[in-house]
């Protein structure tokens, strides 16, 4: 392992954590609760953008005030936290991972999850060992990650951002990839539909063993 070797950044909620369901289940949770109609999800997959008041904007047809804010965001993690018990890795991503780390090369997990609760989740999967630094979102939620990405890039020294591969499912990675110096590689299984992953301008795949495949190549 070292700088001249690919490293891959995986995001977490919807890319190696599958739980679009959940996170559609507590969305129409919360906006049951705040007397918004629910949606599907190919609805949400059309609509959704960070930050993620302005996900609601599109919903509402206007931004919302702060305090309606803070209301739909607590009743969202509220009602994801019972949601999300019932969610697995997506298909594939033990031998994935086992399989980038045994080539000797390096990869890290980098979610705007909160820490605190992501740590405890990805070490009850077994796959905490895999990973050379995992890092959640701290500080307010719904906003973008391109801050926390320069920030868990320079974390680990022996990793070249221009050497980097980020893996997610939202075009927000994308866009952290581009303010950090990385590559990036979005996937469909998450919280955007293809059409808008592609406005990124980055490869776009329907399957996490492809987006190995690329991230394999696209620095070399």
Known sequence: MGKHATHIVWDWNGTLF??????IGATNSAFAEIG??????????????????????????RM??????????????RHYSTHRLGCELAEGVHALLERWQAAGR?????????HDELIPIVRDFGIESR????????GPSGGTKSAHMVRHLAAME??????????????????????AGAYAVLYTGGSHSRGSLETAGVPVVDTLAEAVGLAGEITF
Do not use: K, N
């Open 64 to 77: 919302p005030t702060e305090a309606e804010w803070l209301v739909m965001d607590e009743a969202f993690h």
């Open 158 to 179: 022996s990793v070249d951002p221009a050497r980097t591969v980020v893996i997610g499912d939202a075009v927000d990675d994308a866009v952290a990839a581009q303010d």
């Open 131 to 138: 990973f050379v630094r995992v890092d959640g979102r701290t």
């Open 18 to 23: 599958h739980d679009i369901d959940a996170v």
């Open 106 to 114: 390096s990869q890290s997990i980098l979610s705007m999850y909160g």
């Open 36 to 61: 918004l109609e629910s949606i599907t999800l190919e609805t949400y997959r059309e609509l959704y953008c960070v930050p993620v008041p302005r996900f609601y904007e599109r919903l509402m047809g």
